[in-house]
Each structure stands twice: as C-alpha cells, then as structure tokens.
C-alpha cells in the first residue's frame, strides 16, 4: 500500500493548485479606468482626440502601417491638385490618377488602408476617441476648470470633424456618444443613418457655441501652440455657415447640382428651400471671429510684419508664431521627410527621395492674379506659337507680391538673395524642365531645408474670416462699405490697390477671385468651387490646363501655351460618394449620381 | 477477447492498429505508444508509420521523411536551407481560417516541435485522425495531432542489442533558375526602356563588349550561381543505441549525430561560414519493475543543435544572387578588392566571406517519470498511474560580424576616348566584433495521472480510463505563463468481439479566457462492427479481416487567438502622438486597442468520421478507407470588416463567429506477397480534402465575385487576363486600366463588374487552392534473398501555384532577366506566341494579381529510393554480429510536373533550393 502514497501524492499535488490554476496574473496592462484616474492619461488621451482628428487637413504622414496617418487630405499631393490652382508630377499621387480622369467612386475612394482622398470611416474613429474622453474626463483628478475647457476641446475636435464629413457628404451620420459594440448582435444598433443636411449645420453650429464658452482665449504656455483656442470654434461656425449659406446647399433657383426627385435624399444634400437669412448668420458669425481677434483675443490680427509685401505674405505660412493664424497643426516630419516630399521642386533641396511629386501652378490659375498695380494682366499667347523668353519673364514678374510669394518660376532664385537663379530649360539633374505648369508651388515651403523644421498646417487665419464677411455681405447686398473695407483689409496688407463695390454680381466676381489669390493652395478652392456651384466651369474643375512651357531655342529660349491636362467632371462630384462599404451594410443613403 | 493482462498504462487509448504498418502482418496486435492493442477492438482512425521507415530519407528535419508516408497528410517542401528547411504539413488540408497548427508529443507530452528529434529514436509516429483519436485533447484537439513514441528496451534472451548506422549522402539543387548573361541582359534592358518611351542606355559599344567579354572589368558577366555555390553539399548521420532487457529492468540508450553543410564555396569556418547544421541526439528510456505491483519508468530525451550561417539572410543571399544584373561590377577590382556600389553593395561574394558569420545554438531536453501501481487487489485490472514531464528548450545566437570596404567601378572615357575605370572606395574594413544574443527559452512543465481498467469477461470486453492532465508552459519573454487543464476519460465496450462502443470526453480548459468560460466539455461517441467476426464471415478464405467504425465527436482549437482578448486594452499606438508648440514637441497618445469581447472562446468542431478496415487473400491484400466531414464553428473572424465604419470602430474587432467546412477521404491499399526467396510489396493511397468557408464576415462589395466566403480556404484572387494589348487603339478601347499607364505587350483584364475601369474591384477567384486537395502516394517494394529495393511516390494535384517575384518580374528594381521570360516575352514581332508581358523598366500593370501567373499544377516526385544488401550467416556470427546492411540511397531523384516555368514546382521561388540527396549507408547489428 505504500507505493500508492507515491501516486496519490502527485494526483493531489495536481489537484491542489487546480482553484485558481488559469487565472491570469497581475501585468502592466492599461484599462479604460486606469487612464482616467491619471491627469497624465486623461491628456495623453486628449492627444489622442487631436491626433484622429481632422485639423491636419493635409496629408502629411506617409505609413503603411498606422493608416489612422494619412486619412486627410489626398494620397500624395494636395487636394488644389483637383483644381486649376496646381498640377503636379510624380506616381505617388492619386488626383491625377483618379480624380483628374472621372474613375474615382464610392468603391475605391476609400477602401480601407488606402485613400484617394479623406477617409471618412477613420474620421469617425476620431469623432469615437472624442466621445469616450468627453463621457470620461469628468472622473479624473483635473479642477473642474480644467476638465470643461479640455471637455471644450474635445467638443471643438468632434465638431470639426463632423465638418470636414460634411463638406465632402452633405448631411452625415452625426454620432455623439460612444457607440458601444461588445457582441456582434451589437452591430446593428451602431449603424447611424444620415441626419439631413440642416441638422448636420445645426448640430456643428449648437457644438462651436457650446466649446466657445469654455475655451480660452489663449495658452499662456507656448509649449501648447496648437491647441483650441475660442476663435477656433468662432471660425468653424463662421465656415460652417457660409458654405450653408452657399448655392450648392442654398440654392437660389431650388435646382439641385443633379436632378433629385427623392424629397428625402434633397434633405440629406443641402437645404431643400433658398433662405436669404442663411448669409446673414453667415456675416455674424464671420464678424464675431473678426471682433474676436480685434478685441478679445489680446493678441489674433492680420500680420503685417516684415518690411515687403512678398516676406510679408510668405512669413504667415513659415512663421509658427505668426499672429494671425487661429489654429493650425505641428507636422510629423523634418522638411526632408515626407511632409514636403511631395510639394518641394525636383532636386533643388535634396530631400533623399527620388520621386517628388513636383506641385505646379498652372497657367489656368496664375491668370487669377493681377499686376502689382491692381491691372489686369495681358494674356495674349496663342496655343503652339512660340514666344521669347524674356516675355515670359517679364509678365510673370509684374505679377503682385502674393504670386511671387507663392510661385517659383524660372529665372528667379529658390532663396531670395542667394544669387543663384534658375531657368528651368536648361537640362540638367535638377530636372527642373520637367514642371508641370508656369512654375513650381512655393509657398509653405520658402526656406525650406532638408532636416529644418517643418512649417505647420494652417486650419483657420484671420484673412479667411475677412473674405467670408464680405462674400456674404455681398449675397445680402448691403452694405457695400463694409464689403470694400473687409476685401481691401486683405489687399492692403500685400500693397496691392483698394477695389471699389462694383454692384453685386461683378462684386462677387472679385471676391472670388480675392479668394483665390489669397487663400491660394489652403485647400479652400477645392471646396469654394463646390459650393459656388461653378466647378464644372470650363478650366475650372473641368477640361484644359494649360501651361507655360519652355524651350532651350537658340539664340534665344522660348515658350509656348500648351495643353497640360484635360480632367474629367460630372456634376455628381458636387458632393462625394459615401464609401461602398456602409451603402452595402444598408443604413446609409448614396449620395446622387454615384 | 485477448486483452493482454501486462496492459497495465494506457496514457493514450487513441493509439490502435493500422494495417499499412503491418510489418509483422501476421501479428494480431500492432506496437503502439505504452501498449500493445488488439487492432480489431479500435473504433478510432489513425495511421502509424515506424520509425525504422521514416530514417529511410536522409535529411536532417524529421517532417521531410513525412512524404507519403501518411494517407491524408500532405507536405510540402519550400526551402532547402539546412537547419531551416522544414516542411509544412497539412493534416486533411485546411480547416479553420484563422489557425491550422498541428498537435505535437513526445511520449503522450506536448511539445512545440518534433523536427528535430531522430528518426533512429522513434518507434512510431501515429497521426490522428478522427474525433475518437482526438477526443481526449479536448480544447485543442481538432485541428488534428502528431504523436511521436520514442523506442523502449524489450525483454530480450541476449545481453545487449546493438546497432550501429552510419550513411553519407551528397546534395546538389533540384533546379536553379536560369538567367541572362550581361549581352543579352542590356540588349533585352534596351528594349525595356524602348517600351517605356525612354532611350536606350546601353551604345553598340556596350554591347560589343559584353557579346566579346575581352574586357571582364569594362563588360563584366557575372553568373553569380558559378561564383558562390558549389556543385554539391554533404550531409551524414551516424547513430549507436544499445537495448534490452530482463524480467524486471528494460532500456534502450542511444547517440546520434547528424551534420549538413551548404552550398556555398570559398569558407574555412573561421571568419565566414557556410551554411552548416550539426546535430547531436540522444536518449536513454528505462523501465524498472521496482515490485511485482509497481513500476517506474524514466523517458530521457534531448538534443543539441548548431547552425552556422553567413551574415547576410539567406533569403536576401539568394535573391541578391539569382536578380542583380550580370554587369553590374565584376566580382573583384583587378587588384582583388570586392566590388559594389552605393545602391548594391551587398556583393554576394562580400557578403558571404567578408562579413563574418552567425550562428544559432539550441538545446532541448525533454525528461518524463512515470509510476505505474496495479491495483488488482482492488478489483481485478484495475491500475493507476502518475507521469510528470518538463521539456525546456534554450537557444542563442553568437554572431561574429564585421563590414568590409569594397570599390565602385567608375567608367570614364580617356582623352583618348578609350574606356577606363577607377575605383572609388565605399564602406571601411573593421575586425570581427563578437555579438551574442537573441536568446529564446521555452519551458513546460506538466502533469498526468489516472485511472485505468481494463476486463473482458464471457461476451463482455470492458474498459475505461480516467485521467487529469495540468500544463505549464512559459516563453521567455513575455508576461503570462500559459496553462491548460484537462479532464478527461474513455468508457469502451465490446460484446463479442463484433460490436463495439466507446465513449470519450474531455472536460479541459485554458487559462486565455475569461473566468466562468475558460473550460469546454467534448464528448465523441464511436462505434464499431467487425464483420469478419460474424458467423457467416467466420471461416471465409477470402475475407480474413473486415470492420467498420464510425464516430462522430466534438473537438476545440485554442490556438489563433490573441492572449487574453477579453480584456479591453488601452495603450501607446506607434506614433499615434501630436505635436505642440513652437519647437514641435511630440506628446505621446493613449488609444483605445483592439475591441475586446468578454465572450471569447475557442473554435469548435464537429468532427464525423467513417472508415472500414479489411484484409484479403490470407492477409495478403489489405484495404481501409475513411471518409470525413467535418464543420468548423466559433472561428475568430474581424467583425470590423462588417462594422459600420461611421462607428468609429473600425479597428480590429475579432469575435467567434467564422464557419467553415471541410470534407474529404483517403484510401489505402497494400498488397504483400512472397514467393519461395521473391518477396514484394505495393501500396498505395490517396487523399482527397476540400475545404469551404461557410461563414466570414468579409467587407461588404459590390461584386458578389470578390467574397471568400463559399470558396475552399487559401483561395487566390485576382484579375482575369484576357491576353496583352496590341497597339494603341486596342488601349484607346479598352476599359481604363487604372495600375499603371499601359502600353502595347501590358496585360489587358477584363472589366469584371464593366465599369469602364480595371481595378481591384474586378477581382475574382483565380486559380485553385494554394494546398493541394488531392495528394497520393505509391510505395513499392521487392526483396530476393539477401538483396532489397523499395521506390516511394509522393505528389500531389488540385492545387494552384502563384508565379510571383523576381524571377517572373525582370527589370523591376533593376533585376536581371530569366532565361524563362526571354523566350517568352511579347513583342511587336512576337505578339501570337507571346507568354509573358513585354519587358519594362517601370510598369507595375502586369504584376498585379492576375490569372496570367497562376499555374494548375500536379507534381510526381520518387521521394526516396533505395537499393540494399544485408549479409547474414556463419562467418558473420562467428564476428558475433547478427546483421550487416549495406545500401544505397536517393532523395528526390527525379521530378514529374506539369508547370512550365524554370523553377522546382515545391521550391516556386529563387530561395536556397529543393535538394536532391545520393546516400550510401552501413548499418551493423551486434
């Protein structure tokens, strides 16, 4: 009997430790309560909010391997690609791949790890970090001082997100609570349908008003530039507003940009009836951000530093500090990593990368500025003739301050005063003759090297609130001294001369090329044409390029007018298609066309 | 009923015959692991190789003598690399979508590994099949099991027995690819860029040169195969063991070591190394009677395994090798320096002797101890047993790496407009710098114990087992040790000897899920009809054997799952941080990870087996078929594919609820006979598995084409080609390719879902699945007196191969061409006969998945096969030597294929090749 001692001991021995024999031990893992007990999580949590959140509006990240990186803005270029503002030149981007040639659609915009532009799944991933920190900062160890103004932020982030869908889709999904999903059966219950587009503009607007009460003025710290500050939320509710106001959404005539005989889907893209009290709130709200930066803000107004209209007008997009710009967005990457891969000229700054994208002014759009004297500019050129260089050189440079400012064309130096001037016929390994338009984009990247700092994303700058005032001042047609005062405001600061109110409809001509000129590249043109309805306007979104190109003739260089591109546009593109995905899951509606 | 009465442990009642092992074919019991069971009394499928068979092929990782030795299992070799090359198995093809990993023991213990283990070690491998075999794994059992039972000494009227085996075998590639030498590669690069609209790069000087080769520093032409690799490499084993045995003590101890160097010329071992793989084994199994009740046995194994390697991974060795152009430097200066350039500077020659070498040491000791009492004096056949086991497994590197300078040639043109070449230097020459590191550990550390009974009386056999199993299981490194338990048992009945019953179950649990799901109940039920034993069966002449099982059970998969994963994580993302301020300060973020689900368990399976068993003819034809259908459920898929994206939950989101099928059967038939000193033998068998997804919750489409869902598992898509552009207004009027821009010779595919656009949307299923369905084998055999010979077959067909990376794709990051795509290319001229795109340097149009690169393919392999002698009779006695084998071996000796493209049909890439071995072997008997 002995021996079975031996083998009971070991079944016992076995037994024994069987209680709690699986239980998982004690590890370093995070869960949800232990962030929010922590002022360091609670913020690195609100980092998280701003990182998924849209304020980038740019593409600035490159990664294969955290698509939550580049979800804004378009694969490899800027969205002014799909304009007349810019062509460009390279494989990486998308654009001219798929926008310029009509083939984009609800399947490939967007299909998952890859977009061609904005992914709006992974907004919503943002528009979730926002939720979950607004339903918990209330738990953590912050004054209750602190905890509005961050809850404010937060607040702000969701509500810019919102934004940025509805620019693109009209009326959207609006999810203002964490969605819970712990079982499959869940996923039912977490399919939002589209609001309509008036209660999109009204949940937007109801938000900025709620963060403006709580948000600061100002940071004291300037480690926290960057962060939301009141005029932010001023701004997007006065951005918000005037697109709302604008005939792609307040139609004038009640026409829709395609025809809609669903009344429902004509609520989900814009306003179904005209409402003229649509641009006075536009005007307010345009004006509060204005009065903001005049008499609140102790610190917001248009720069007028340096000692020329070109430094001047350059340093807004270099200077982090420049006091102008209301809220904007720190980029990942040193000069010569991605951020300005894709904007930068050929060889010029050596950036490492053997495949620039090369972003060019086109012709179409350098004809939207004026001369230094506030004239227009002759543009006689006929297609295919050739014409001396020295003409070239000459109408380009009378251009005003702000061309200079923004285009790089040849004969003229890459750092003002360091002598070395490029004429982009010659051949050499800066592979300059290969720009794609009249010269090269050069504003945000004047001064730029390889391993400087990056410039940062500007989101909302005081001057856009100047324009938005006077275009809906305008549309309300009154007031033509407030009109001429908000435009020249603008105008005077690059010395270029006063315009005069000219009545209504020529008004509106100038301010939108105001606009253009001024808010050049910011990726407003994409979304102005849109709501102006004038997008698929010959040479605007829609058909010729054109360029001028140059030739190494003897004895004397020359160039010609010459076709560039030819891009594709149909009016369903007013607004974008939602991506295939959520249509096939069932609970949202297709936008028209698509 | 013979129930053998010394059948005192059965820690694995799993384990029956099976007829094909019937060696000893007139026996009526079959070796298998701690017993010895009568083969008529199993309701289980299993197949069971001896060890003796698998030592047949000389390679150096156990799973590569796996071919065609297993109906149902198929293997496939794709990587030659010694100590690196095993194969990958597939046990009735795939089952679940997410993880299909096998079951190991050693001796009833899991391991992680068996490659590594002898042949000369093992007994048998057992492979279990259905859910009666598996049943008693439990929460781990269905993806099917591999069971290794090493050799034990045996009562024996001699001393000792001992055998010595010794065998050298030469190697040389099945098959290298061909590619260009440098007149052909640049007149063929010009063409490329011709294509592309660029200019030509190489002048007719260029070319005359390289068509001259008088100039080997100006016009290089380097075959870098010829430069590196020698024509065979070499591989031995030798192995002593000693056995045997007396009434109360039995022991079987053994030693072997195995060696395998590689291909590459030019080491000396010192400050660069070849390829080379030594291993030593060794094992020492003792049973002890300790009284007439208790018995106590110790199972000692272990291993020691060195691998050396050249710096540079022998993935990126052979890449670098097989593609870069044959110009692009010579291997030397003319003084002797290595050569490279800034964008290729791993010349392979550099690599291999300048760069020192790693190297990778393991050891793995695996150690049980079982006590077995009997406790017949509780009631008759009654026994209880206790077992622990520990298996630790520690490796580590030792590298010794250095980097070396090596010279770009740069051309110029003299005043004289001769070419000349200097040499700029790149890189610095540094000493050996000794690293160590990249440690591993693994430990487990386990426990079993029962009961067992086992009676048979009048009509009645009975027997039941009762058993606890607990594991540990730590990897270094990480956090959480796994365990698992499991309880366990079998009740079997049979009533006289016809009909027969079993009942499994096994209640067994992981410690990955939450508290209150962690443990699963599964049950199998199995039966059994002899009909052989039946009166009217009884005395027939030509039916000597004929039975039929069935079982139906219910089986788990634990394995595929994160650790953990009902628990809601939180964390850092890789640079999900923000920046602020002036000086752009990064500020780390927290994020919500991966959504977690309380409810997370196990994949399940309902697994239904029927198979009949059969001999004839006096035993000289044997037959057994088994059919299987099984239903996996409860298979983790990512719902975040299906998750409205608007959300906000768009990251991974896995819940238990893919499904798939899989269904097949595998025959098996052998017949054996003798006349007068003419023996033979042939068997044959053949495997057939289909697999469905059933359910998998995939991102919503458009095309209905595009889901997986209702295709075989490991089903490739891609776009139809529907042949190459002729000219420009054929692409004028085509669908708007959308890749790349396309030219004349560019693939064209069809418009799948005619949106006037070719992109992924036009996706379909192409080809069949990657693992073949049908898999066959063939193994012959004849002997004449001292003289024996045995052939065996392996391949395998349904299966689609996909032709893919460099070798298929000239150009492309400027790689060299393939004799293979030469003749193939599309060219203006050559637009009829065309077989492959026309050669770029840019477009990325053609190598788009696309069914223009995939290949139905059947493979027909004489996997082994082997010539010997045996000497026996006085003289040889007088030497006090019982046996003495001399023979003469060959490993894939030739190949039957029907892919035509240059490269070995299991191989499919430019990676160290598929082998071919020549042995010859000795083996004594003492």
Known sequence: ?594 | MKYPRFLIVTLFFVTHANILVATDNDSTTVNIPYEKQNRECTTSSVSVVKGEDLRKSQVSTLNNTFFGRFPGMTVIQTDGEPGYDDASIYLRGNHSMRNNNILYLVDGFEVSNINQVSPEEIETVTYLKDAAALAIYGISGANGALLVTTKKGSHSNKKVNISLKARYGIQTPTRLPQFEGSYNYAKLYNEALLNDGLSPLYTDKDLEGYLSRNDPYSYPDVNWYDEVLKNTSHIQDYTLSFSGGNNFSRYYVMGGYMGNDGLYNHTNGKNNSNINFRRINFRANVDLDITKRLSVSLNLGGRIEDRMFPNTGTATFWQNMATYAPNLYPVRTPSGQITGTANFPDNPIGSLLEEGYGSRHTRDVQAIVTVKENLDFITDGLSAFAAISINSNYQNGYNKTKTYSYYEPVKTLSSEGNDSIYYIQRGADTDLTVSTGNDAESNRRDIQAGLEYEKSFNNHGLDFLLMYRQERYSVFGEQSLYGKQNFSGRFGYAFQRKYLAGFSFSYSGTDNYKKGYRFGFFPTLSLGWVISNEHFLLDNQTVNFLKLRGSAGLLGNDKGADRFAYNQYWGPASSQGYYFGTGVTYYDALVQLALADPNFTWEKSKLYNIGLESEFFDRRLSFTVDAFYEHRYDILVNLANIMPGFSGVSFSTMRNRGKADNKGFELEAVYRDRAGDFGYFAGLSYSFARSKIVESYETPHKEEARYTQGKPIGQRFGLEAIGFFRDDSDIENSPVHTFYPVRPGDLKYKDQNKDGIIDANDEVAIGKPSVPEISYAANLGASWKGFDVELLFDGNTNRSVYLTGYLFWPFINNTNISNWTTDRRWTPENQENAAAPRLTTQSTNNYRSSDFWVRNISILRLRNAELGYNFSGKSLRKMKIDKIRVYLSALNLFTLSNLDADVDPETLSIGYPTLKTYSAGVTLNF
């Open chain 1, 1 to 594: 009997m002995k021996h079975l001692i031996v083998v009971y001991l070991i079944i016992s021995l076995a037994l024994f430790s069987c209680n709690d024999y699986l239980e998982k031990p004690v590890s370093s893992d995070l869960t949800v309560d232990s962030i929010f007990v922590s002022k360091i999580r609670t913020e690195q949590f609100l980092w998280n909010v701003y990182s998924t959140a849209s304020i980038y509006e740019f593409n600035h990240f490159w990664s294969g391997s955290d698509n939550r990186f580049y979800h804004y803005g378009a694969s490899g270029s800027l969205v002014s690609v799909a304009t007349d503002e810019l062509e460009v030149e390279g494989t990486y981007a998308a654009i001219p791949k798929y926008i310029h040639t009509g083939t984009w659609n609800a399947e490939n915009i967007n299909s998952g790890s890859w977009a061609i532009e904005f992914m709006s799944h992974i907004c919503y991933q943002g528009i979730r970090n926002a939720n979950i920190f607004i339903e918990n900062v209330d738990k953590s160890p912050f004054s209750e001082e602190e905890k509005r103004s961050m809850k404010a932020e937060a607040i702000f982030l969701r509500a810019l997100m919102h934004f940025d869908l509805m620019q693109r889709l009209g009326g959207i999904s609006i999810v203002d609570r964490v969605l819970s999903v712990s079982s499959a059966n869940d996923v039912e219950g977490v399919k939002i349908p589209r609001s309509t587009y008036a209660e999109t503009v009204d949940f937007i607007v109801g938000e900025c008003d709620e963060a403006s009460k709580y948000l600061p003025n100002v940071y004291e710290d300037t480690k926290y530039l960057g962060r939301i500050v009141k005029g932010a939320a001023l701004a997007l509710k006065a951005r918000v507003l005037l697109y709302a106001a604008s005939p792609l959404f307040n139609s004038p005539d009640g026409q829709t940009y395609v025809p809609v005989s669903n009344p429902e889907l004509r609520k989900l893209i814009g306003y179904p009836d005209y409402d003229k009290n649509r641009w006075k709130l536009a005007a307010d709200a345009s004006k509060a951000v204005i009065d903001w930066a005049t008499n609140e803000s102790g610190w917001c107004k248009l720069y007028d530093g340096q000692n020329n209209p070109v430094d001047r007008y350059e340093e807004i997009f270099i200077n982090h500090t420049c006091p102008e710009v209301i809220l904007s967005a720190g980029l990942a990457q040193t000069a010569g990593g991605y951020f300005c891969l894709f904007m930068l000229p050929g060889q010029i700054i050596p950036q490492g990368q053997n495949d620039p994208s090369n972003h060019a002014v086109t012709f179409n759009f350098t004809k939207q500025y004026q001369k230094a004297d506030g004239t227009d500019q002759t543009w006689d050129e006929v297609e295919g003739t050739a014409y001396p260089y020295s003409q070239y050189q000459r109408k380009l440079g009378e251009l005003e301050a702000r061309f200079q400012a923004s285009c790089f064309q040849s004969g003229t130096e890459w750092s003002r005063g360091s002598g070395t001037v490029y004429h982009f016929y010659e051949t050499n390994t800066l592979q300059l003759k290969n720009v794609r338009g009249v010269g090269f984009m050069r504003k945000f990247v004047k001064g730029v090297r390889n391993g400087s700092v990056a410039p940062r994303w500007i989101t909302f700058r005081l001057a856009e609130f100047y324009l938005n005032y006077a275009e809906a001042l305008n549309e309300i047609d009154s007031n033509p001294a407030e009109i001429e005062w908000a435009v020249n405001q603008v105008r005077r600061r690059v010395e270029i001369p006063d315009i005069s109110y000219a009545g209504q409809e020529a008004t509106r001509k100038m301010i939108q090329r105001e606009r253009a000129v001024e808010l050049a590249f910011e990726q407003h043109r994409f979304f102005d044409l849109r709501r102006w309805r004038i997008a698929g306007q010959e040479g605007l979104m829609k058909g010729k390029m054109y360029t001028l190109k140059l030739y190494d003739t003897k004895p004397e260089p020359t160039y010609k007018l010459e076709e560039i591109s030819n891009r594709v546009w149909d009016d369903k593109m007013y607004l974008y298609p939602f991506r295939q995905k959520e249509v096939s899951l069932g609970y949202i509606v297709q936008n028209p066309g698509w």
